[in-house]
């Protein structure tokens, strides 16, 4: 990035973190112009008078080639590298960035980012819970819902920056340096953004691209395209995993064995038991590795097992993924709407013993709905399809299972409750993005509980 103060900014898209990094930059005596297609009347997250407020200057619903007069423009993650307005710039020689970069020369303390493609938001908070417990002052934030520009002002030299970094984010940076940093798994997503899988897998890869040897990569070693990878790699590596072989394959990690959790290092020659896993609050195969990458997270600066398993049997889970909501008439509600694609809705399904009544649908490209066969036979009782996509759900499962079209998400959640009986669990799991009915994943959630809270 260019120098701390004094340089000029163009930030493209007023979202959270658009709107987080503009004020950030103008609070550190920079020159800022803020571009969104949308009028300041459909802005959603940015409050325009606490922006001019801070000294940015807003084009809003207008393009103006004013805003190529710039050192470096911040991308939003939402806009794809072919965006027309994007390549003007790139056109120019104006150096693109992400807004994790731009945060990241200002944050005065260390950094642990967590990507992948499923669970990252999981371990993020869970991880920040556990520093926290520590009596570490640990913020999560990035996509987690509060941007990493909103705390880095807040942060001191002794605080924890943990951050979700998405391939968006990470695909547009330069100098950002996790201490540690966390690859959750890799399954194929957001292809009509990036191009290809490799492409995609190449800017997950990013995270480690400025890291040495005082840093640590944390990597899902039952993921075999990410431990191929990773091993190509000249930075120190820690592993995660199922069974013995973690332990036999690594110097650092941690795994989970017959009913138990181990952390490991070698060097330090330490080998010890943190739980049982059973003990682990959060249900799920999938919370199982969520919770052994923030323990290793956590162990890298020096939080003791003890704080780590008393965190892990207190911990909650994220709101919308796999929510509990409300029980009725022995029916249990469940809101997992930051399902997006069908690997986050199948750990979703997993998660359960079956009687399920799944709330699915919304806006996608291309889901491969094959690969949920299986697990919607094994689990599911009846399928209620709504958004964009519910004619191409009913018309794929119809023969696997009951389903019904819904008009929005009130008919949805009324039709899953007439469906269900006593026993059953009324999931919401869409598989697809939330853009087709709703401002976001978080909206759509949100409208969920509340239709569900209403139900008598």
């Known amino acids: 990035m260019t120098d701390k103060k004094n340089s000029s900014f163009t930030v493209m898209g007023a979202g959270r973190s658009g709107a987080g990094v503009s004020k950030l930059l103008a609070r550190h005596g920079n020159k800022v112009k803020l571009y969104d297609e949308n009028t300041a009347d459909k802005l959603k997250y940015s409050d325009t008078e606490e922006l001019e407020r801070e000294g940015v200057e807003l084009f809003l619903g207008k393009w103006s080639d004013e805003l190529l007069n710039c050192d470096t423009l911040v991308k939003s993650p939402g806009i794809p590298p072919a965006n027309e307005k994007l390549q003007l710039a790139v056109t120019a020689g104006i150096k693109v960035v992400s807004e994790i970069e731009a945060a990241?020369?200002?944050?005065?303390?260390?950094?642990?980012?967590?990507?992948?493609?499923?669970?990252?938001?999981?371990?993020?908070v869970l991880a920040g819970e556990?520093?926290?417990?520590?009596?570490?002052?640990?913020?999560?934030?990035?996509?987690?819902?509060?941007?990493?520009?909103?705390?880095?002002?807040?942060?001191?030299?002794?605080?924890?920056?943990?951050?979700?970094?998405?391939?968006?984010?990470?695909?547009?940076?330069?100098?950002?340096?996790?201490?540690?940093?966390?690859?959750?798994?890799?399954?194929?997503?957001?292809?009509?953004?990036?191009?290809?899988?490799?492409?995609?897998?190449?800017?997950?890869?990013?995270?480690?691209?400025?890291?040495?040897?005082?840093?640590?990569?944390?990597?899902?070693?039952?993921?075999?395209?990410?431990?191929?990878?990773?091993?190509k790699l000249e930075v120190p590596l820690a592993y995660f995993g199922t069974g013995i072989e973690v332990y036999r394959h690594a110097e650092i990690g941690a795994y989970a064995d017959e009913g138990i959790m181990y952390f490991f290092d070698k060097e330090k020659e330490i080998h010890e038991t943190i739980m049982e896993t059973r003990d682990i609050n959060i249900r799920g195969r999938h919370n199982l590795y969520n919770s052994l990458a923030a323990a290793i997270s956590a162990r890298a600066f020096g939080i003791g097992k003890e704080v780590i398993s008393a965190t892990l049997r207190e911990f909650a889970g994220?709101?919308?993924?796999?929510?509990?909501?409300?029980?009725?008439?022995?029916?249990?509600?469940?809101?997992?709407?930051?399902?997006?694609?069908?690997?986050?809705?199948?750990?979703?399904?997993?998660?359960?013993?079956?009687?399920?009544?799944?709330?699915?649908?919304?806006?996608?490209?291309?889901?491969?709905?094959?690969?949920?066969?299986?697990?919607?036979?094994?689990?599911?009782?009846?399928?209620?399809?709504?958004?964009?996509?519910?004619?191409?759900?009913?018309?794929?499962?119809?023969?696997?299972?009951?389903?019904?079209?819904?008009?929005?998400?009130?008919?949805?959640v009324e039709k899953a409750f007439r469906s269900a009986v006593n026993g059953d669990t009324v999931l919401l799991s869409p598989a697809c993005k939330s853009f087709d009915m709703f401002d976001s994943f978080e909206h759509r959630g949100e409208v969920f509980k509340k239709t569900v809270s209403e139900l008598k």
């Open 130 to 231: 556990i520093l926290k417990n520590a009596g570490i002052d640990a913020k999560a934030c990035g996509n987690v819902g509060t941007a990493f520009s909103d705390v880095v002002d807040g942060l001191k030299s002794d605080s924890i920056a943990v951050i979700e970094v998405s391939s968006y984010q990470l695909n547009d940076i330069d100098r950002f340096r996790p201490d540690a940093g966390v690859i959750m798994n890799i399954t194929p997503d957001h292809l009509d953004w990036h191009g290809s899988f490799e492409n995609y897998l190449r800017a997950k890869f990013r995270i480690a691209e400025n890291m040495d040897s005082e840093c640590l990569l944390v990597i899902n070693y039952d993921d075999e395209i990410l431990r191929g990878e990773a091993e």
């Open 104 to 124: 990241f020369a200002y944050c005065p303390c260390p950094v642990i980012a967590v990507t992948g493609t499923n669970g990252k938001t999981t371990t993020t």
């Open 318 to 412: 994220v709101e919308h993924r796999i929510e509990f909501v409300r029980e009725i008439r022995g029916i249990r509600f469940y809101n997992d709407s930051k399902a997006t694609n069908t690997d986050s809705m199948s750990v979703a399904l997993e998660s359960f013993d079956g009687n399920i009544v799944l709330i699915m649908g919304g806006r996608e490209k291309g889901n491969d709905y094959t690969a949920v066969d299986g697990l919607i036979r094994k689990k599911v009782k009846a399928i209620v399809a709504v958004g964009e996509t519910r004619d191409k759900i009913i018309g794929h499962f119809g023969n696997i299972v009951s389903v019904e079209a819904a008009e929005d998400m009130k008919d949805a």
